[in-house]
């Protein structure tokens, strides 16, 4: 089948799991007619087969949503199997998908079960604990039928044979990467294998300014790099043992990364390609690209909903559609062209998903992109393979084989850093819109030949982004209240916070607004513990207050004055409420 066919078949089983409906014998009915209706009509007998795609998976996912409906409340007791790895919360304790008498869980373990900090997926624990079966959507895509707070835990029950290994894998490369450090070492377990649980909030939001978020999720270019790393191992066997081995290694790569949405994309794509060659032929990377999604919304339909899933097939999209026409409008050396063009038809298939699900975009995307992927591929090599190495030969030898990647890592996280401390805008709305769709003009008239063109608003294009910079780094943070933070002063030295949310989302809204240099943070409920050293890790010595209860704060007396900016602020405690309102300038303290 052509290419557009098999394009046509995963845009089928892609509605079909959207839609997810059991379909009725009138609808049956009624398909049946039109095509038979088509092809007496002289139609080609394509269209049966593109609508049976669809109907079989909307049947499978309508029943996977019923699945989740079926976990049952109440009391249970048993040895769960961890399905991935716990996961901090914000309040102490951990989540941890298991599996328990057939049902899929989210299993939340409290601070007092410190054990289950070091367990991995696949191996087990006894408990005792209650069941809420009322999911959430964001857990039934994940086919979770409800969550488990556990009440006491018991003895830890080792893993099978299989996911034995790949644990055994990912500990020692943790073991390697300590003299990193633990900053350093979390970032590399995230490029590696999307290990991204030890990481700083100030540094996940870094990556996200940065448009780099992408690399501390294991994504479809770690398969491969892990390919490429083992090429020279499986070019050397026979040629009858090659595909069976390059299919384990991807399976064995998609158990050690969790089988993420995005790995198992890009694995089922390299096993296509592997089939195929193996078979002396070749495949289009559309064509593979609308296979793979096929089959994999057979083999999970409420895929479909997963953001992981959707930006991984996007970005491959455009990288094979458009990545070599940009290549070929951008000027420059040839390496530099190419990198630049996976980039923005990457950023640009993407953008119309984050818009939507996340909103605005960083400008810094781009830029930061082609600062770090040229050193991000290189590293991720060398951290499964010498970061192996260094986990087996241990002191000293597991310093001097990270050195290459406490450069790397320094590079990148700088990058990261630069781009979270010295925002150049966000692209929201119709601006964010706009430049992906100027973005997908440039590579039609670039596959056209209509190059000039092309490369005229390819300058336009850059100039307007450029503007877009400048006069975000001129602007000053504006006074007013957004989602809870009031900016009270022109330089944004003095901010207020009138809920207490996550570190990350704090972060994240402190950088939207532009402030770079806060020296006062006034926080009306508790700190939770965390937040206070993600602000200090990004801000450097800021003062912060909060009321009794506040982790890592000053607690001010009944009335203190502050003075800030030249200006003086009363911090009022009355009432247990936390209060602060500008006197004016000239006070002391």
Not at 214 to 223: D, F, I, K, M, P
Request: hydrophobic share 50%.
């Amino acid at each position: 089948m052509r290419t557009g066919g098999v394009f046509l078949l995963a845009v089928s089983a892609a509605s079909g799991a959207l839609v997810a409906r059991v379909p009725t014998g009138g609808t049956l009915w009624i398909l049946s007619a039109v095509s038979v209706a088509w092809m007496v009509a002289g139609g080609r007998r394509v269209l049966p087969l593109l609508l049976l795609p669809g109907l079989v998976v909307s049947t499978l996912a309508a029943r996977a949503w019923d699945g989740t409906t079926d976990a049952g409340s109440g009391m249970v007791d048993g040895v769960v199997r961890l399905v991935g790895d716990p996961k901090s919360l914000p309040g102490g304790g951990w989540r941890v998908e298991v599996m328990i008498d057939g049902r899929h869980l989210d299993a939340e373990f409290g601070a007092a079960h410190i054990e289950v900090e070091e367990l991995l997926a696949g191996e087990g624990v006894t408990i005792t604990g209650r069941i809420d079966a009322t999911p959430r959507r964001w857990q039934r895509v994940r086919h979770v039928g409800g969550t488990l707070t556990v009440l006491s835990a018991g003895p830890v029950h080792p893993a099978g044979p299989i996911s034995g290994m790949a644990n055994l894998l990912r500990r020692t490369l943790s073991k390697g990467a300590e003299p990193l450090g633990e900053e350093a070492s979390a970032l590399l377990g995230g490029l590696v294998v999307g290990d991204d649980r030890a990481q700083g909030d100030r540094t996940s939001d870094d990556f996200r300014a940065a448009g780099l978020g992408h690399l501390l999720a294991v994504s479809g270019q770690n398969v491969a790099f892990v390919l490429a790393a083992a090429g020279p191992l499986i070019y050397r066997l026979r040629f009858r043992y090659r595909l069976p081995l390059a299919i384990l290694l991807l399976g064995f790569f998609a158990l050690v990364t969790r089988f993420e949405p995005s790995v198992l994309r890009a694995t089922v794509m390299a096993g296509g390609s592997a089939l195929a060659a193996a078979r002396g032929r070749t495949v289009g990377g559309m064509r593979l690209l609308s296979a793979s999604v096929l089959v994999l919304l057979l083999l999970d339909p409420l895929l479909i909903h997963r953001a992981a899933f959707q930006l991984s097939v996007a970005a491959s999209a455009g990288i094979l559609l458009a990545a070599r026409p940009l290549a070929d409008v951008l000027p420059g050396p040839k390496m530099l062209k190419e990198a630049a063009g996976v980039t923005l038809a990457a950023q640009a298939a993407v953008a119309p998903l984050l818009l939507a699900r996340f909103g605005p975009v960083p400008v810094a995307a781009l830029p930061a992109n082609l600062l770090a992927a040229p050193v991000a591929g290189p590293l991720m090599i060398w951290g499964i393979t010498g970061g192996l190495l260094a986990g087996v030969l241990g002191p000293p030898m597991d310093w001097v084989l990270h050195i290459p990647s406490a450069v790397g890592l320094w590079w990148i996280a700088a990058v990261a850093g630069w781009a979270g401390r010295w925002s150049l805008g966000l692209l929201g709305g119709p601006a964010g819109l706009s430049v992906t769709a100027a973005v997908g003009a440039i590579a039609v008239l670039a596959v056209r030949g209509a190059l000039t063109a092309a490369r005229r608003l390819l300058l336009a294009l850059f100039a307007a982004l450029t503007v877009v910079a400048a006069l975000t780094a001129m602007d000053h943070p504006g006074v007013g209240v957004m989602d809870g933070v009031r900016i009270l002063d022109q330089r944004g030295s003095v901010v207020a916070v009138d809920r207490a949310p996550s570190a990350r989302r704090l972060l994240e809204e402190l950088r939207a607004r532009g402030v770079s240099y806060p020296e006062l943070i006034v926080f009306r409920e508790p700190l939770a513990p965390g937040l206070a050293d993600a602000l200090r890790d990004r801000y450097g010595d800021v003062l912060l207050v909060g009321p009794p209860g506040s982790v890592g704060a000053e607690i001010p007396d009944d009335e203190t004055v502050l003075e800030v900016a030249g200006e003086a602020w009363l911090l009022d405690l009355g009432s247990g409420i936390l209060s602060l309102r500008r006197l004016g300038s000239g006070s002391t303290r």
